[in-house]
């Protein structure tokens, strides 16, 4: 019965991966509509809140693996990124007082949607990469015997989205 509860443990981890790799294409696919002028969406605000509860919660339990560094970066240069993209969209229409003088709220809106698609091949980039990292992870997870699942230092969080919800800071998630 020992057996069964370490695959079971095993089996969890794993899921989650794959359940991480999900969120974080429809987080990528939310901020790559939102340059294609989308409006903003609950869902896709969720997805990236789910995907960085999903990065904390595992951050407890996996950053002990060698493949978990490599997650670490890609996913903080994804936020950076992402971070980038959400403020040239959904900043202030109205430019500065002084660039009121030369141009337009419209032209500035656009300028700014320009500098945000022209950070979608990035954006692209390093979710693919942040995609195989957690490939990586996966297949680290896989490998691992049933004594190392057992040490490592405590079981994931399951990530219901009925269950979640977002307090202030998108890191504090309450399940």
């Given at each position: 019965?020992?057996?069964?509860?370490?695959?079971?443990?095993?089996?969890?981890?794993?899921?989650?991966?794959?359940?991480?790799?999900?969120?974080?294409?429809?987080?990528?696919?939310?901020?790559?509509?939102?340059?294609?002028?989308?409006?903003?969406?609950?869902?896709?605000?969720?997805?990236r809140?789910?995907?960085?509860?999903?990065?904390?919660?595992?951050?407890?339990?996996?950053?002990?693996?060698?493949?978990?560094?490599?997650?670490?970066?890609?996913?903080?240069?994804?936020?950076?990124i992402?971070?980038?993209?959400?403020?040239?969209?959904?900043?202030?229409?109205?430019?500065?007082?002084?660039?009121?003088?030369?141009?337009?709220?419209?032209?500035?809106?656009?300028?700014?949607?320009?500098k945000?698609?022209?950070?979608?091949?990035?954006?692209?980039?390093?979710?693919?990469?942040?995609?195989?990292?957690?490939?990586?992870?996966?297949?680290?997870?896989?490998?691992?015997?049933?004594?190392?699942?057992?040490?490592?230092?405590?079981?994931?969080?399951?990530?219901?989205?009925?269950?979640?919800?977002l307090?202030?800071?998108?890191n504090?998630?309450?399940?």
């Amino acid at each position: 019965s020992t057996h069964k509860s370490h695959k079971t443990h095993k089996r969890k981890i794993l899921d989650q991966l794959r359940s991480a790799r999900s969120v974080q294409l429809q987080w990528r696919t939310y901020t790559q509509a939102l340059t294609q002028g989308a409006s903003r969406q609950q869902a896709g605000v969720q997805a990236r809140s789910r995907f960085n509860c999903w990065y904390w919660s595992a951050s407890k339990h996996l950053a002990s693996l060698k493949t978990f560094e490599a997650v670490s970066e890609a996913h903080k240069t994804m936020l950076q990124i992402d971070h980038h993209i959400n403020s040239l969209i959904l900043s202030d229409p109205m430019p500065s007082n002084f660039m009121k003088w030369f141009r337009s709220p419209k032209s500035y809106k656009n300028d700014q949607a320009a500098k945000a698609h022209s950070l979608l091949p990035k954006l692209v980039e390093n979710s693919n990469l942040l995609l195989a990292n957690i490939e990586a992870l996966e297949k680290e997870v896989e490998e691992l015997s049933e004594k190392e699942i057992k040490a490592l230092p405590r079981m994931p969080v399951v990530l219901k989205s009925s269950k979640f919800r977002l307090i202030r800071n998108v890191n504090t998630c309450i399940y």
